[in-house]
């Protein structure tokens, strides 16, 4: 249940701090937050057996690697605002 508690804070954290504008969505550090968030629910998902709770927060874990992976290459990561 903590595993589950500590993931699920991480990620709503990161979303909390880019909503505000205290951290910039696509930023190393949201993407270290929800890679985490999302590989400690996943890693519980699978222990439950929750396949479709552990599909979810796999590709959400992967798709934040993939974009910690651009930033170390030094790449753009998308995930800026928009303006209309």
Do not use: H
Request: hydrophobic share 55%; glycine share 14%.
């Amino acid at each position: 249940m903590s595993l589950q508690l500590l993931g699920a804070a991480l990620i709503l954290g990161a979303f909390v701090l880019a909503q505000t504008g205290r951290v910039a969505f696509g930023s190393a550090r949201y993407l270290w937050l929800n890679f985490i968030g999302s590989s400690l629910l996943a890693i519980d998902a699978v222990a439950e057996n929750q396949w479709g709770f552990a599909l979810l927060e796999g590709a959400w874990g992967l798709y934040s690697l993939l974009g910690l992976v651009d930033w170390a290459r030094g790449r753009p990561v998308s995930g800026g605002r928009e303006t209309a």
